[in-house]
């Protein structure tokens, strides 16, 4: 479900569902800045319960609800907007997720967000960024987690690159270490793996450069403190610390054996996997030594969150670069915008659209509608929904595209209505957005060229009226006729569109 922006937060929240644990931050805002008030933190382990299927098992899954009621419990009566939750890798690749995030969304009361791993290496950054100091040097930053490991290489809080790789601390011990031993054999697949991995982006990386290396995982800060433990560091993880680690690793054997100072209990398990691939990470990208910090993805979604109320959303600036890449028809696209934005603000309450972020997501679309255009006029609609369902936006859930692309898709003849229906009550809703979208855009059939007259707009379940100024449509017999097409398309599909 959309998530609705609130205005003038005092506390707001961030819940990160990783696949190894689940983490909640709550914060007070001030303007542009955040003091932490609480942090939670829950080994649940969800990537663990993915079967060969794909599919999260029922005791992983009351494993994360079960944390999530105790969270719950924190941002109770907290406004809509306030509180933005992310699934990352398990989700992602879950193929049964939906079930958890109804059911999660049910305890919570809130909408929970799938975000892509660039994304999520993007709101990494964000957070990593604004726990350091500002310096003008670039930073590579990396984020080994339950079922991927992000990679960011960037400058102040800007990232310049950003990877996510299918290696994580959790998947690998499910591969490698499932019964606990630890053998150098076994080790040496884990590495081989990793390193396997990171050959896709080893040159990406090394073409950019950068100052330091920041590790912002759990599993860097229990290597770091492993190392120190052992006395050659003082929390950073360098390589003849990392050797030292390893040494000990294989002559403990067992995972149950491990006793090193700074590592948890419920660690030790996935300890073994961590351990090679940032060996790997160490290896390929020639590093000598990584910092831990405690900034991550929670604090880069908080710091998101407060961006988008201080009118500094990155979706804004994401869709303005799609529009300038697929020389998109600015003028075109804002006028089709504010005829939908319009539009919406008639029928709101009528189409049950005013709780969400509905004209968020109509307004996304009606700037977008064209970018297929520069891939060809034939079926442009359709390329346009591919390229926004398959690229990298910053600042969008995978449910946001998908709906995004949705109206896209059916902003022009057919609207496929099996689609929409895909997202089962939400889909009623999101047809009524497409409507609006096609409306506008019928409206603006001739770019611009004619002043339009103002419209009244009359709606009822699956109806919509339009009414024009008397005499205006039999002296424009064009925008007649296109109504009239309009009218044909949309009976497919159960819906009543009139003129008069």
Same mark, same amino acid.
């Given at each position: 479900?959309?998530?609705?922006?609130?205005?003038?937060?005092?506390?707001?929240?961030?819940?990160?569902?990783?696949?190894?644990?689940?983490?909640?931050?709550? /914060?007070?805002?001030?303007?542009?800045?955040?003091?932490?008030?609480?942090?939670?933190?829950?080994?649940?382990?969800?990537?663990?319960?993915?079967?060969?299927?794909?599919?999260?098992?029922?005791?992983?899954?009351?494993?994360?609800?079960?944390?999530?009621?105790?969270?719950?419990?924190?941002?109770?009566?907290?406004?809509?907007?306030?509180?933005?939750?992310?699934?990352?890798? /398990?989700?992602?690749?879950?193929?049964?997720?939906?079930?958890?995030?109804?059911?999660?969304?049910?305890?919570?009361?809130?909408?929970?967000?799938?975000?892509?791993?660039?994304?999520?290496?993007?709101?990494?950054?964000?957070?990593?960024?604004?726990?350091?100091?500002?310096?003008?040097?670039?930073?590579?930053?990396?984020?080994?987690?339950?079922?991927?490991?992000?990679?960011?290489?960037?400058?102040?809080?800007?990232?310049?690159?950003?990877?996510?790789?299918?290696?994580?601390?959790?998947?690998?011990?499910?591969?490698?270490?499932?019964?606990?031993?630890?053998?150098?054999?076994?080790?040496?697949?884990?590495?081989?793996?990793?390193?396997?991995?990171?050959?896709?982006?080893?040159?990406?990386?090394?073409?950019?450069?950068?100052?330091?290396?920041?590790?912002?995982?759990?599993?860097?800060?229990?290597?770091?403190?492993?190392?120190?433990?052992?006395?050659?560091?003082?929390?950073?993880?360098?390589?003849?610390?990392?050797?030292?680690?390893?040494?000990?690793?294989?002559?403990?054997?067992?995972?149950?054996?491990?006793?090193?100072?700074?590592?948890?209990?419920?660690?030790?398990?996935?300890?073994?996997?961590?351990?090679?691939?940032?060996?790997?990470?160490?290896?390929?990208?020639?590093?000598?030594?990584?910092?831990?910090?405690?900034? /991550?993805?929670?604090?880069?979604?908080?710091?998101?969150?407060?961006?988008?109320?201080?009118?500094?959303?990155?979706?804004?600036?994401?869709?303005?670069?799609?529009?300038?890449?697929?020389?998109?028809?600015?003028?075109?696209?804002?006028?089709?915008?504010?005829?939908?934005?319009?539009?919406?603000?008639?029928?709101?309450?009528?189409?049950?659209?005013?709780?969400?972020?509905?004209?968020?997501?109509?307004?996304?679309?009606?700037?977008?509608?064209?970018?297929?255009?520069?891939?060809?006029?034939?079926?442009?609609?359709?390329?346009?929904?591919?390229?926004?369902?398959?690229?990298?936006?910053?600042?969008?859930?995978?449910?946001?595209?998908?709906?995004?692309?949705?109206?896209?898709?059916?902003?022009?003849?057919?609207?496929?209505?099996?689609?929409?229906?895909?997202?089962?009550?939400?889909?009623?809703?999101?047809?009524?957005?497409?409507?609006?979208?096609?409306?506008?855009?019928?409206?603006?059939?001739?770019?611009?060229?004619?002043?339009?007259?103002?419209?009244?707009?009359?709606?009822?379940?699956?109806?919509?009226?339009?009414?024009?100024?008397?005499?205006?449509?039999?002296?424009?017999?064009?925008?007649?006729?296109?109504?009239?097409?309009?009218?044909?398309?949309?009976?497919?599909?159960?819906?009543?569109?009139?003129?008069?």
């Amino acid at each position: 479900m959309p998530h609705t922006t609130a205005k003038n937060l005092s506390l707001i929240a961030a819940i990160d569902l990783g696949s190894n644990s689940f983490h909640m931050v709550v /914060a007070k805002a001030h303007h542009t800045e955040i003091r932490i008030l609480e942090r939670l933190g829950e080994k649940v382990q969800l990537a663990a319960g993915i079967d060969e299927e794909r599919k999260l098992s029922e005791e992983a899954m009351q494993r994360g609800l079960e944390c999530l009621k105790r969270f719950a419990q924190l941002i109770n009566g907290m406004p809509a907007g306030a509180v933005r939750i992310v699934g990352t890798n /398990a989700l992602r690749e879950a193929r049964n997720r939906n079930e958890f995030i109804l059911r999660a969304e049910a305890i919570l009361g809130h909408p929970v967000e799938v975000i892509s791993g660039r994304e999520e290496a993007r709101l990494i950054y964000l957070g990593v960024s604004h726990t350091l100091a500002d310096t003008p040097g670039k930073r590579l930053v990396a984020d080994i987690g339950g079922g991927s490991t992000e990679f960011i290489i960037g400058q102040r809080f800007e990232p310049l690159l950003r990877e996510s790789l299918q290696m994580g601390c959790v998947s690998f011990t499910q591969r490698y270490f499932r019964d606990g031993k630890v053998t150098p054999a076994r080790y040496a697949q884990a590495y081989t793996a990793a390193r396997l991995e990171l050959m896709s982006i080893e040159n990406a990386l090394h073409r950019l450069t950068w100052d330091e290396a920041i590790g912002s995982s759990g599993t860097i800060r229990a290597i770091g403190a492993a190392i120190k433990a052992g006395g050659l560091g003082n929390g950073e993880v360098n390589a003849e610390g990392l050797a030292w680690v390893k040494r000990k690793l294989f002559k403990l054997g067992e995972t149950d054996k491990i006793d090193f100072e700074g590592v948890k209990p419920d660690r030790r398990a996935i300890f073994p996997a961590g351990l090679a691939i940032l060996e790997a990470i160490f290896d390929a990208l020639e590093l000598a030594r990584m910092d831990h910090c405690d900034g /991550a993805l929670r604090e880069g979604v908080l710091f998101d969150l407060l961006g988008r109320h201080h009118h500094e959303d990155v979706r804004e600036r994401t869709l303005n670069s799609l529009m300038e890449r697929y020389h998109v028809d600015q003028g075109q696209a804002a006028r089709v915008e504010r005829k939908a934005l319009h539009a919406f603000d008639q029928v709101a309450a009528a189409w049950d659209l005013e709780e969400g972020n509905w004209r968020d997501l109509l307004g996304w679309a009606a700037k977008v509608h064209e970018v297929g255009l520069d891939i060809a006029h034939y079926h442009y609609h359709k390329h346009g929904a591919y390229l926004i369902e398959h690229s990298d936006l910053s600042g969008f859930s995978r449910e946001d595209q998908q709906m995004m692309a949705l109206l896209v898709r059916g902003h022009r003849r057919n609207i496929p209505k099996d689609k929409f229906a895909e997202f089962g009550d939400e889909g009623v809703k999101l047809i009524r957005l497409c409507v609006l979208l096609r409306f506008a855009i019928l409206f603006h059939h001739i770019r611009g060229t004619q002043q339009m007259p103002k419209v009244e707009l009359q709606a009822a379940d699956d109806s919509l009226e339009v009414v024009f100024p008397d005499g205006w449509l039999e002296q424009n017999q064009l925008t007649q006729a296109d109504f009239a097409n309009e009218a044909e398309w949309l009976t497919r599909v159960g819906f009543v569109l009139s003129v008069r």
